[in-house]
């Protein structure tokens, strides 16, 4: 059913037939499933966005951190609407594939909104649920956003994507711009990337929100990450996410932007094996 892609990308990983969609998905480490469903911007990947976090959690669990439909190297049928629902059933086929009866997620941004989607429709293959500067309410979208959705290919724009992104500019360099931008026009990358948020914008944090009752309804214990400084999704969202979800609690990180999993990097992943590894243990769940 799978097959392991040897290539010299460290982003490409293992391929696997999903109904009519080939998907790229990495899978480390033994023990219980994390699932890790990473955020929406130009030239995303799953290692890309997770490349500092698969190492540490890989060594006290499996670990899987797939490209999403319309991101990276997986591929649909181009003509697809992608939409939660689907997003969803895309992972629920891997994990089935996979016979990975229940997992803890781990959702950044546009992933959050796809955990809670994904523990909403199917709350019996979630264990536990982390939350890192996620959308899934409705909120009205913040001018960072909208440059993460209606980004252009440039140089230029790159590095203006990764100043809102950070809190820390010293972390931008030219290196890092140039890595990214070759990953934003790769292939049809960019041609994908428009059809999923187009103008208005609006739409597409409309499309992602769920219902306050939703949450609400939500059994699953859920840690909540932010930035303080976030300008992207706001803290406010997790705030009043940390209200509705009944088993929730919430951990902010002062001088951080959007790129807590980078910008925080070996305190997030403390937090994770705290609470996804050593806490479910310590309390026998």
């Not at 950044?108 to 199917?122: D, P, Q, R, T, Y």
């Not at 992104?165 to 790769?186: G, P």
Request: hydrophobic share 45%.
């Amino acid at each position: 059913m799978t097959e392991h892609a040897q290539a010299a990308s460290p982003e490409i990983a293992n391929r696997i037939q999903i109904g009519e969609c080939t998907l790229n998905y990495h899978d480390q480490g033994e023990g219980d499933v994390i699932l890790l469903i990473h955020g929406s911007g130009p030239g995303v990947t799953g290692w890309a966005n997770w490349r500092g976090v698969i190492p540490t959690l890989s060594q006290r669990a499996r670990v899987i951190a797939p490209d999403m439909l319309g991101f990276g190297y997986t591929r649909c049928p181009s003509q697809w609407k992608l939409e939660p629902a689907i997003w969803v059933q895309s992972l629920i086929g891997l994990l089935d594939a996979l016979d990975i009866k229940q997992v803890s997620i781990v959702g950044n941004s546009f992933g959050g909104a796809i955990a809670l989607a994904l523990a909403k429709a199917f709350p019996q293959r979630v264990k536990r649920l982390v939350l890192m500067g996620a959308a899934g309410l409705s909120f009205p979208i913040t001018d960072g956003l909208d440059k993460v959705w209606g980004y252009q290919p440039s140089l230029q724009a790159m590095r203006g994507l990764m100043e809102v992104f950070a809190y820390d500019h010293s972390l931008i360099n030219d290196d890092l711009v140039s890595m990214r931008y070759q990953a934003s026009i790769r292939d049809d990358v960019q041609s994908r990337f428009a059809q999923l948020f187009p103008a208005q914008r609006q739409q597409g944090v409309e499309m992602l929100a769920l219902a306050e009752e939703d949450l609400r309804a939500l059994p699953h214990p859920t840690l909540l990450i932010h930035g303080r400084d976030d300008k992207v999704i706001p803290l406010e969202l997790s705030e009043r996410m940390l209200r509705l979800i009944p088993h929730s609690q919430m951990h902010v990180f002062g001088e951080c932007g959007h790129w807590v999993q980078i910008e925080k990097a070996q305190a997030f992943n403390r937090l994770l094996v705290d609470f996804l590894v050593d806490q479910p243990a310590n309390a026998g769940a």
